[in-house]
């Protein structure tokens, strides 16, 4: 079985500021995907960025910027230029590579992430 | 952009009543998902569905739980006979891909006394 860590449960920085949410995660899978999901007070889950774990390259999307260190199992969160749009729950998720069929997501915790203006 | 949506937003009913969720997904995606979230808990799977069947399916969902897509729309989520600790938000996903990231619902708060 899968777990994932969110060590941090709140963390709080101003607007404009760079913030890094940690994630480690436990497996013996090798091949798998690894999501950080967003969760703002409207309750809807919103993915943020997808990695695959067979690419070296770390993933991005415009502000959100991933760094995944395989061999520590590591997954964290960069964020850059924060907005008050940002301000949220973030959870880090695993998914293994199965034959078939469709796979479930294992999340973590949550870090609760307050963008003060 | 195309939405999961998903009925009713809140249902309270008395426990040891059944309970349907209703979603529908994406309308060209082909897996689909449900998961829950326990006030102030992380997001739990319950069941994948794919191809008219179960895929995979969590501990949590037991006999009391069954999934439907009664038709080429909806994504139904049935409790027999609920608990009080079944209380919590319920989210429906679906995805196109296997791993390409789901798009979730906004989620049915389920609430039994």
């Known amino acids: 079985a899968q777990t994932v860590t969110q060590s941090q449960p709140e963390m709080s920085v101003q607007e404009a500021e760079t913030v890094t949410l940690s994630c480690t995660y436990d497996?013996?899978?090798?091949?798998?995907?690894l999501f950080w999901y967003k969760q703002p007070p409207s309750r809807q889950m919103i993915l943020v960025i997808r990695?695959?774990?067979?690419?070296?390259q770390n993933a991005t999307e415009n502000r959100f910027s991933v760094n995944f260190q395989k061999a520590a199992k590591s997954f964290s969160l960069k964020i850059s230029d924060s907005q008050l749009g940002d301000t949220a729950m973030y959870f880090c998720?695993?998914?293994?590579?199965?034959?078939?069929?469709?796979?479930?997501?294992?999340f973590g915790k949550g870090t609760h992430l307050i963008i003060q203006p | 952009e195309p939405e999961v949506t998903q009925t009713p937003s809140h249902q309270v009913t008395q426990m040891g009543q059944e309970v349907i969720l209703r979603c529908v997904p994406i309308?060209?995606?082909?897996?689909f998902y449900w998961y829950r979230q326990i006030l102030g808990q992380k997001v739990e799977f319950l069941v994948s569905?794919?191809?008219?069947?179960?895929?995979?399916k969590s501990e949590i969902f037991d006999d009391q739980f069954s999934v439907e897509r009664p038709d080429g729309s909806n994504f139904t989520l049935k409790i027999r006979s609920t608990k009080l600790e079944d209380s919590a938000m319920y989210f429906c996903?679906?995805?196109?891909?296997?791993?390409?990231?789901?798009?979730f619902g906004s989620g049915t708060r389920l609430t039994v006394v």
């Open positions: 996903a679906s995805s196109v891909q296997r791993y390409y990231g789901y798009t």
């Open positions: 497996t013996s899978e090798n091949n798998y995907y």
């Open positions: 990695q695959e774990a067979y690419k070296q």
């Open positions: 998720a695993f998914m293994k590579l199965s034959g078939g069929g469709a796979d479930g997501l294992t």
């Open positions: 309308s060209n995606h082909l897996y």
């Open positions: 569905f794919y191809n008219n069947e179960i895929s995979e």
